[in-house]
């Protein structure tokens, strides 16, 4: 009951090219007959402040809006499912891509979606605008619209497709131009009210309260969805106040470990709540110690390898994490698909062994007790980040390293250990997001500027690793861009630049009464069109 | 030629221009404070994203103005200010005046309705303690009192929601009002009075015991004084020495700590603010220094300047009615 | 029967007898005593009886209090021994409250000495400045210090001592102002002693005795205060404070409810103390002139 | 006198104070009577149980910690004691009415003046609200203060002292009540004040032909007003008999000693300074005070305290500056010593104006003048032992500290007072003590002048004595000037070689002591000293033998 199945269904690494049934799986059984009607009332643990995805790439951000505006191409347990895109391909070469978009959906005031909107969105937004984005649409030179309903992207460097098409659920969401154009986009009324093509039109956002959403009627995939009336997301920032929300019934989800995980493991055990990492599988995220390899103990290879052996990572899944996680195999999460690999070194936890190594390494124990001193800063995301923090700590005072803890809030941390460097390990999270070019080699490469926060600041720089990097993510084939993603794995494990300990999906607490609930593998970040609610 | 204003108005000029120091001190004090703070709201931002890339980061950076040196945004948001310009939070990506309007209601309701019930509670059992001082009804009122004052505000609260929403299912977790209930008119004050019970009922018992204690101190010194002893002599009964000699006397020092104690107060909120997910200025300012949100946290002490500065002068009016001994001329 | 009037009475008890005395009469301030020497000497027996660094795994995380007796409290999330933490715990809770109160009584002792002793425009600078202080909502200030210097157990006393000097500033000027008009000050400023001894050692000692009730105040006010960060998650994890172990405790507040009720215990305890202690030492210092 | 049942009549009363208290009973068997029109005077010394006889007669006596033993108490017949609260309550203000000492804290600052008046009617009579107010102007008229009906919306502070006292009697005799308890109700005022109140008891009572029990320690007043005088002396009562009979032929040897302190209205022989040096020379004095306007308004308006002030003081001299309240005089002791800051003028000692001082200069130049203050008690610091409090002065001037402590000694000695009291706290000495030490701690610097600002007129009459006996010896055994404020002119006459006097500020009289007293030029000077309680009476000559 406890740990339920990761379901791991996608076809990843190859483009989907036709339009996928609506099947759904999840929780609801198929002979309930969906009702249409009520409120659902969603928990959040963070405030929500823009609501564009277009602008600001971040799973809190996609909660809410994703409800309201759709991506070109979303994701299902089947694979890339299009949504306001109809089909895609690439041209010979990998640098064009087209497009074909879905003709007559409407946006909630009314005007035509058309490849107008595209092209303004990805030239304007994606490129300039959105975070990581930017980046990976940094060849982008512009995009043609041949007709209404066809787009192509014209890149001046190859883009992989299968690249193209896994960024697109998180950084494809259009914008209306008739509502941006000509304006400070950043300062755009709409930021903050969304005008979308989903199956919700945003009615209204009660800061620090709630954003609320109201069935669209005129929704592309027919009159039948969506089933809800309403959904409502309520920011209670306390996670206990949010676990006594849903008991009392006044919440109906919430996503994200957004109550503590011992009421996930307590409400894992209560009938009327449903509690699982189903639906997470997209935002999979790993439990880090990173390393400043500026200190020499740091740079010492040896010293990592035995500082990885100290770790009892199989406790701490079981003591912080409840159980619902598993430990980690370098930087691509299992939930990475064709790009993960488990043939790679691994470091079991043996004390003996890790003290053992580092008398080897030249730090035998001292007068005081301890090896060396290590100034430690944990990041600030809630409680198991802290907790791991902590627990890393009293792991390396076991091997005789002294470990002195800087607690700090986010700017503090991200400050100290990506610009100032002032420390000598940290631990964090590093978030995967569905394909490692996004977001996780720069936790490898070297060259990042300064100051870029969950980026290789750490001082390690190996040649070889950013040729690997730059060669896979060049690559089109993508069997072969797997094979280099494999060999990237196996060499962070073997120099452990970084360690990803411990690989965790999110875990949500939803109650019995919804009914078709994740049922994708970015469930909270999906439109919900076929939601209901069994009251 | 001079200028004949109304006393009042002449002191609430006095009590401005003598004001306008302190609060461009405090201004000066807080951008300054919060610029020491390592990172800014940039890093704020992208930490709440979960990632950001280098050149989205620097490009926030110089729309922000974060990479003009200190003294020119210092000088920058002063001038704005000047003209009541609050700015623009970057975190909500909304003017900073407009969220500060939002959030003033909830918590001058939550502030207004906890101090008053502090305080009348506090005077009545602080002068009822007094006239029984050092019996056992006295040590009773005067400890238990001091065990709510001893309590942590989050404790105090987590318990009250575990009591009355989770077990006893009465009251509702947090929030100002029913998502989604769409009360209009009289269903609505009701709604909202729902909410607010709990975190009112942490707040004014946290701050009950201090104008208890000070009641029954300033009663008992009060009743210690001549004119009481003249009462007696004139026959007057305990009642009537209470209420018509001793109460409005003991209740000059309390007073005057009552303005005192806005600040306190909204400080004291930003915890049970946390708890009960009240969108109040309490929660807000928290949550601007985390965020490193400079142009929402100078306007939050901005306005709490000048409604401490309102409230002093208020106390000062409300003083000056019950003191006999000074006169508005 | 003799009018000459250079015969002297009898030489009074002890200063600190009578002290004793008044202090003893009020019942709830004895209780305060006790509590608070409980938890000194938890303080000061911490590391003697319970042997262990109490960050360190002692046992199966989250073992209910009484099950084994190495860890007769229970264990946290981590494994730790609650008990190791309670008495380690008290010594760091006494070292913030003590030292937190020191420094903001000095601060506040200079300032308003200064401040009422001089008057003029040496009390406006300072009065404004006070006041510019207090006008910032002390809690916020608070966080905003521990976002600036970071949550070391050093840097949150200083905070704290930051935000808590206005007060006793204030008390302190209100007493300088009324006792700097008493002739006892006139004679010896008759007498050519300079200012800064007559602030320190004429006026400072009289003036003391309210300052050091509410002393007691801010040493509660500390604990809270440190509490409240830890409960944010800005407290030092290097130690283990009391409000450390709520903080984290109260994650597991629902399943594991011992790990927060037994520090949440011990501050409302300490902090009572403290109170009760300060009615207590009112009694004492500043006897009212009860017949 | 023509009652047949006394008024009140007080058999072998008995009060018990706390344990812990410096005896057991604060009295011990008092028998007391008053009878319709009669003025009684219980007279006796600080702690000698004088109050608590009203507040066992009125029943408000702390209880429990103070509580009647034993005894009887009736009025009109009926015992006090026995009375239900409820009884008592109604008798409270209504037939026993009390006067009290300090007319300021007396009434509540809050109320109005008239609230206060009415609300003896209300809690008494049936009347209407209107007869009541009418009942209240009334009552104000014979008090004889002016405006009546403004002052029955004054609030108590509007008012001056003595017509706070007027207020409070108005208050006491409203309901006509069959006896009055005043508790030194002239203590507090000014001389001429305190005569026309006395005037005005006096008047009333005969007119009301109330029993009057009126307590004070000032055989002045006594001579001025009882009938029948009772003489307590810690708790007990040592003699009772007529006014005449007391004042004139005390018989206890306690009386007669009281009598004996009493300063008598003769002033010394003049003595002839002109040749002395002179050692203080003031000149021009002005001070102009800032006085606080209403908390709403910022205009402060200014108040002269001292105008053109200039006087010379010459060795072995004693220059006595006396006046009332508000004269000014004080002021004057404290530009002297510089103290306060004068707005114009110079104060020359030793050749160096100490009004020009550099701060460096005037902390040296303190050593040559010295201050003696009011009260005792709070110009001690109390957190200082006696040694270290007299020593203080030398040590600041660098004299070595173990020399300035022996010396310090010594001088307890020179002031009368056994060196064990050098290790003890102020609190441990009584009122006469402790300016014994402040006199020793004076000539400690061995000043040229010393500065005496009313330094007996917080003690009883008989340390009063004793205090001024020892300031005139040690002035002539050091050869020191006095200049000494006060505001009582007995005791200007008892060591004043010349006096000053001052009104609002201005001198409007100086001259040789006596023959100022003997002849006053000015009309205020008359009035002050005809204003002197007991002026009529000379108190007998006792040869002090029975101490």
């Not at chain 1, 449903?274 to 110690?289: K, L, P």
């Not at chain 4, 020892?470 to 002035?475: Q, S």
């Amino acid at each position: 009951m406890i740990q339920k199945k990761v379901a791991l269904r996608a076809s990843l690494g190859s483009a989907a090219l036709c339009a996928l049934s609506v099947m759904t799986t999840g929780a609801a059984s198929a002979e309930d007959a969906p009702k249409h009607g009520g409120t659902a009332i969603i928990h959040m643990a963070s405030e929500q402040r823009a609501l564009n995805p277009a602008l600001r790439a971040s799973t809190g951000v996609y909660n809410i809006t994703g409800k309201i505006m759709e991506p070109l191409i979303d994701k299902s347990y089947d694979g890339y499912e299009p949504v306001l895109a109809t089909e895609w391909s690439t041209s010979d070469d990998g640098k064009h891509i087209t497009v074909k978009l879905r003709e007559g959906v409407k946006w909630h005031d009314g005007e035509p979606f058309t490849c107008a909107d595209v092209s303004f969105s990805a030239m304007e937004l994606w490129k300039k605008l959105l975070n990581y984005s930017s980046t990976l649409q940094q060849n982008l030179d512009s995009v043609d619209c041949t007709d209404d309903f066809t787009a192509v992207f014209n890149y001046s460097k190859p883009m992989p497709l299968s690249l193209f098409v896994a960024a697109m659920p998180d950084l494809g969401h259009p914008v209306a131009k008739h509502l941006y154009e000509g304006t400070d986009i950043l300062k755009n009324p709409y930021n903050t009210a969304p005008v979308g093509t989903g199956p919700f039109k945003f009615v209204e956002y009660e800061r620090g309260q709630y954003v609320m959403a109201e069935r669209n009627p005129d929704y592309w995939r027919g009159e039948e969805f969506p089933y809800l009336d309403r959904i409502v997301w309520r920011f209670i920032r306390d996670k206990s106040a949010a676990a006594a929300a849903l008991e009392s019934g006044e919440v109906h989800e919430s996503g994200f470990n957004g109550v503590s995980m011992s009421d996930i493991e307590r409400l894992s055990k209560d009938e009327r709540f449903e509690v699982g990492t189903m639906g997470y599988e997209n935002n999979v995220a790993h439990s880090t110690v990173e390393f400043n390899h500026r200190n020499p103990i740091m740079a010492d290879l040896k010293v990592r390898q035995a500082m990885y052996h100290g770790l009892d990572i199989d406790y701490a899944i079981k003591t912080i994490m409840r159980g619902f996680a598993k430990p980690g195999r370098g930087p691509v999460p299992s939930a990475g698909g064709a790009n993960y690999t488990d043939q790679v070194t691994t470091y079991d936890y043996d004390p003996e062994l890790a003290m053992k190594m580092l008398d080897e390494a030249g730090y035998p124990v001292k007068d005081d007790g301890f090896r060396f001193h290590l100034r430690h800063r944990p990041a600030p995301w809630g409680e198991y980040t802290q907790l791991w923090g902590e627990y890393y700590a009293q792991a390396m005072r076991e091997i005789g390293i002294d470990v002195e803890i800087l607690t700090n809030d986010a700017p503090g941390f991200l400050n100290g250990v990506y610009r100032d460097y002032d420390f000598d390990t940290a631990n964090g999270w590093h978030q995967f997001r569905s394909d490692p070019a996004v977001s996780t080699m720069v936790w490898l490469r070297s060259g990042a500027p300064a100051g870029t926060p969950w980026s290789n600041q750490f001082g390690w720089q190996s040649d070889e690793m950013d040729t690997m990097i730059d060669e896979a993510q060049a690559e089109l084939d993508p069997e072969k861009r797997a094979a280099d993603y494999h060999a990237i794995q196996a060499k962070s494990m073997d120099e452990i630049p970084v360690i990803f300990a411990i690989e965790h999906p999110f875990i949500s607490v939803t109650s019995t009464k919804l009914k078709n609930h994740h049922n994708t593998p970015r469930w909270n970040s999906s439109s919900w069109y076929d939601l209901w609610l069994d009251e | 030629m001079t200028l004949h204003l109304p006393p009042i108005l002449t002191y609430a000029l006095r009590r401005l221009v003598q004001a306008v120091p302190v609060i461009v001190l405090i201004m000066i004090g807080t951008f300054l404070l919060l610029k020491l703070a390592p990172g800014d709201t940039v890093d704020a931002l992208v930490g709440d994203m979960g990632g950001a890339d280098a050149a989205y980061i620097a490009r926030l950076r110089t729309e922000y103005g974060l990479d003009q040196p200190v003294w020119v945004q210092l000088w920058l948001y002063m001038v704005k200010l000047v003209q009541f310009d609050f700015g623009w939070s970057f975190v909500y990506e909304e003017s900073v005046a407009t969220i500060l309007l939002e959030r003033l209601g909830t918590t001058l309701m939550l502030m207004a309705t906890s101090l008053s019930i502090a305080f009348t509670v506090g005077c009545f059992l602080g002068a009822f303690a007094a006239r029984r001082a050092y019996s056992l009804t006295d040590n009773v009122i005067s400890t238990v009192g001091l065990v709510f004052y001893a309590t942590p505000s989050f404790f105090l609260s987590l318990m009250m929601i575990l009591l009355f929403s989770v077990q006893l299912g009465w009251l509702p977790v947090g929030g100002i009002k029913t998502v989604a209930g769409f009360y209009t008119g009289w269903d609505h004050v009701v709604d909202v009075a729902r909410h607010l019970i709990m975190p009112t009922a942490a707040l004014s018992l946290i701050y009950l015991s201090f104008y208890l204690r000070l009641m029954r101190a300033s009663v008992l010194e009060v009743a210690d004084l001549d004119f009481v002893r003249t009462a007696r002599a004139k026959g007057a009964g305990e009642t009537r020495l209470m209420v018509h000699h001793i109460m409005r006397n003991a209740l000059l020092p309390v007073i005057t700590l009552l303005g005192m104690q806005f600040s306190t107060v909204l400080g004291g909120s930003v915890v049970v603010e946390t708890i009960f997910s009240l969108p109040g200025l309490g929660q807000l300012a928290y949550q601007s220094v985390i965020q490193r949100d400079m142009n929402m946290l100078m306007g939050i002490i901005f306005l709490c300047a000048i409604i401490v500065v309102v409230v002093n002068f208020l106390t000062d009016l409300l003083y000056a009615r019950l003191d006999s001994r000074i006169e508005l001329a | 029967m003799t009018l000459l009037t250079t015969e002297l009475p009898k030489p009074e008890p002890h200063r600190a007898v009578l002290l004793w005395r008044r202090f003893a009469r009020n019942r709830a301030a004895l209780l305060g005593l006790v509590i608070f020497v409980v938890v000194l000497i938890m303080a000061a027996t911490a590391g003697l009886i319970e042997p262990t660094d109490p960050l360190r795994r002692a046992g199966v995380p989250l073992t209910k209090p009484f099950v084994d007796w190495a860890t007769p409290l229970g264990t946290d999330q981590l494994g730790r021994d609650i008990l190791a933490s309670l008495f380690y715990g008290a010594r760091i809770s006494l070292l913030v409250g003590v030292l937190a109160t020191l420094l903001s009584i000095g601060i506040g002792v200079v300032i308003g000495a200064v401040s009422g002793y001089f008057g003029g425009w040496i009390d406006d600078v300072l009065m404004r400045t006070t006041e510019a202080f207090q006008t910032i909502p002390n809690f916020v200030l608070l966080l905003a210090l521990v976002a600036i210097l970071g949550s070391s157990i050093e840097y949150i006393t200083v905070a704290i001592a930051i935000v808590s000097w206005t007060a006793p500033a204030r008390m302190v000027r209100a007493e300088f102002m009324s006792l700097r008009g008493r002739e006892f000050v006139d004679a010896a400023r008759n007498l050519g002693v300079s200012n800064t001894a007559i602030i320190f050692r004429e006026i400072l000692p009289n003036a003391l005795p309210p300052i050091v009730v509410y002393a007691s105040v801010i040493m509660a006010l500390s604990i809270l205060l440190e509490s409240a960060l830890a409960f944010l998650g800005l407290g030092d994890p290097n130690h283990a404070s009391w409000g450390n172990m709520i903080g984290q405790g109260r994650a597991v507040l629902r399943s594991d409810w011992y790990c927060a009720a037994i520090p949440g215990t011990a501050i409302i305890l300490t902090v009572l103390s403290f109170s009760l202690l300060g009615e207590g030492l009112n009694d004492a210092l500043n006897p009212r002139q009860k017949k | 006198m023509n009652g047949n049942t006394p008024v009140l009549e007080i058999k072998g009363l008995r009060i018990a104070l706390p344990k812990g208290a410096d005896r057991p009973y604060a009295l011990d068997g008092l028998d007391l009577t008053v009878n319709p029109g009669e003025i009684v005077c219980l007279v006796g010394e600080s702690g000698s149980g004088k109050s608590l006889t009203a507040g066992a007669i009125m029943r408000l006596l702390p209880e429990p910690h103070v509580h009647v033993a034993d005894g009887a108490i009736r009025f009109e017949g009926e015992d006090l004691l026995a009375l239900s609260e409820a009884r008592m309550k109604a008798i409270r203000g209504d037939r026993i009415a009390q006067i009290f000492q300090e007319p300021m804290t007396a009434l509540n600052p809050q109320k109005s003046v008239g609230w206060q008046l009415d609300e003896v009617l209300r809690l008494h009579t049936e009347l209407g609200k209107s007869d009541r107010k009418a009942r209240v102007i009334e009552m104000l008229e014979r008090v004889k203060i002016p405006d009546p009906a403004s002052a029955y919306n004054a609030y108590p502070h509007q008012i001056s002292g003595g017509q706070r006292q007027r207020v409070m009697i108005a208050m006491a005799l409203s309901l006509s009540p069959r006896l009055i308890i005043a508790d030194e109700p002239t203590t507090a005022l000014d001389v001429t004040t305190q005569l026309e109140i006395l005037r005005l008891i006096r008047e009333l009572q005969e007119q009301d032909g109330a029993g009057v029990l009126f307590i004070t320690h000032d055989f002045g007043v006594v001579a001025e007003i009882a009938d029948k005088v009772a003489v307590l002396c810690k708790g007990e009562l040592v003699e009772q008999g007529p006014a005449q009979q007391i004042l004139n032929r005390p018989q206890h040897s306690y009386t007669q000693a009281l009598i004996a302190a009493i300063p008598a209205l003769t002033p010394p022989a003049p003595r002839d300074f002109t040749g002395a040096p002179v050692v203080l020379e003031a000149k021009g004095l002005v001070k102009t005070f800032a006085a606080r306007g209403g908390m709403f308004s910022g205009k402060r308006k200014a108040v002269k305290a001292v105008s053109d002030l200039s006087f010379v003081l010459r060795r072995g001299e004693t220059l006595g500056v006396v006046g009332e309240s508000g004269s000014g005089k004080t002021t004057v002791s404290r530009i002297v010593t510089r103290l306060l800051e004068s707005d114009t003028g110079s104060v020359t000692v030793e050749g160096t104006d100490l009004l020009a001082c550099s701060p460096r200069e005037l902390r040296r130049m303190r050593q040559y003048i010295q201050m003696v203050f009011q009260d005792p008690m709070a110009s001690l610091n109390p957190r200082k032992r006696v040694e270290a409090l007299i020593a203080q002065g030398p040590i600041v001037h660098g004299v070595d500290p173990k020399e300035a402590r022996e010396r310090a000694r010594k001088l307890l000695e020179l002031v009368e007072l056994s060196p064990a009291a050098a290790s003890r706290f102020p609190h441990e000495f009584s009122g006469g003590q402790r300016q014994r030490i402040g006199i020793a701690r004076a000539l400690a610097m061995e000043p040229r002048v010393i500065v005496a600002d009313e330094p007996v007129s917080a003690l009883d009459v008989s340390v009063q004595a004793q205090v001024l006996k020892l300031l005139g010896d040690l002035r002539d055994r050091l050869d020191l000037s006095l200049l000494f404020v006060t505001h009582d002119l007995r005791v200007a006459a008892q060591l004043c070689d010349r006096l000053i006097v001052m009104q609002k500020g201005e001198i409007v009289e100086t001259g040789v002591t006596a023959e100022i007293f003997a002849d006053p030029q000015h009309p205020y000077t008359r009035k002050l000293l005809d204003s002197i309680p007991g002026r009529g009476w000379t108190p007998p000559v006792i040869r002090p033998d029975a101490a």
